[in-house]
């Protein structure tokens, strides 16, 4: 099964890194003394300034790769999320998953527990809405709630990911509440999803970020043990 569809984004000149489609905006370079709000808004232009060719090259490439890693871990309940702010488009991955019969889920924000997700089952009729932060999530329906131990891999965006796994996201800590015991439990298995270059060297952590064990980018896929 391969992917086909392409994705919309702004367009920006673009240059080709040694590690795969880069911005014209150095995330190697960046110093690891800046402040985590200072990373994210240089990575998050990084991704946005990608032009919409390289943007399609680099979701078709991530997608494959992340379809090949699912089908070799026998995936057959995976959680997602829907593209947002210059991020890898997931759209031709999802439909890629239904082609083959895999279940698909989105997260949405828990309803009264703050800081909480649910989760999903997602497929083409499924309704959807705007939350505060203006992303697009499934309305509640308790019936199509996912409990997270029956998972078997959450795709969780980033912003940004170093050379040890650590992950960045945009400070709600959303994931890290989610994703805190997967190790106890086995389940769901967490996986990075992200452009090249939103890869940095070292970033700043705290106690409650959740390192990823695999990170899929459109050059390649990275493994921490």
């Given at each position: 099964?391969?992917?086909t569809?392409?994705?919309?984004n702004?367009?920006?000149?673009?240059?080709?890194?040694?590690?795969?489609?880069q911005?014209?905006?150095?995330?190697?370079?960046l110093?690891?003394?800046?402040?985590?709000?200072?990373?994210?808004?240089?990575?998050r232009l990084?991704?946005r300034?990608?032009?919409?060719?390289?943007?399609?090259?680099?979701s078709?490439?991530?997608?494959q790769?992340?379809?090949e890693?699912?089908?070799?871990?026998?995936?057959?309940?995976v959680?997602?999320?829907?593209?947002?702010?210059?991020?890898?488009?997931?759209?031709?991955?999802?439909?890629?998953?239904?082609?083959?019969?895999?279940?698909t889920?989105?997260p949405?924000?828990?309803?009264?527990?703050?800081?909480?997700?649910?989760?999903?089952?997602?497929?083409?009729?499924?309704?959807?809405?705007p939350?505060?932060?203006?992303?697009?999530?499934?309305?509640?329906?308790v019936?199509?709630v996912?409990?997270?131990e029956?998972?078997?891999?959450?795709?969780?965006?980033?912003?940004?990911?170093d050379?040890?796994?650590?992950?960045?996201g945009m400070g709600?800590?959303?994931y890290?509440r989610?994703?805190?015991?997967?190790?106890?439990?086995?389940?769901?298995?967490?996986?990075?999803y992200?452009?090249?270059?939103?890869?940095?060297?070292?970033?700043?952590c705290?106690?409650?970020?959740?390192?990823?064990?695999?990170?899929?980018?459109?050059?390649?896929?990275?493994?921490?043990?």
């Amino acid at each position: 099964m391969s992917i086909t569809s392409p994705v919309s984004n702004t367009s920006a000149p673009t240059v080709k890194g040694p590690h795969g489609t880069q911005s014209e905006i150095d995330t190697q370079s960046l110093s690891p003394t800046l402040s985590r709000a200072e990373l994210r808004k240089q990575i998050r232009l990084a991704r946005r300034s990608l032009s919409t060719e390289q943007q399609a090259e680099a979701s078709l490439a991530a997608g494959q790769r992340m379809l090949e890693k699912l089908s070799t871990l026998n995936a057959q309940h995976v959680a997602l999320y829907l593209t947002h702010d210059g991020e890898l488009a997931t759209v031709p991955l999802i439909e890629a998953l239904w082609q083959q019969g895999i279940h698909t889920y989105l997260p949405r924000l828990h309803p009264f527990n703050a800081g909480q997700l649910l989760f999903l089952h997602y497929h083409a009729d499924s309704p959807m809405q705007p939350n505060q932060f203006g992303i697009l999530e499934p309305k509640l329906d308790v019936r199509a709630v996912m409990p997270i131990e029956r998972l078997d891999v959450v795709i969780t965006p980033l912003v940004a990911f170093d050379i040890k796994g650590n992950r960045m996201g945009m400070g709600g800590g959303y994931y890290d509440r989610t994703l805190a015991n997967w190790h106890n439990k086995g389940k769901p298995l967490p996986m990075g999803y992200a452009h090249d270059c939103q890869q940095v060297t070292a970033l700043p952590c705290e106690h409650w970020d959740v390192p990823l064990p695999f990170i899929i980018t459109p050059s390649r896929e990275w493994r921490f043990d």
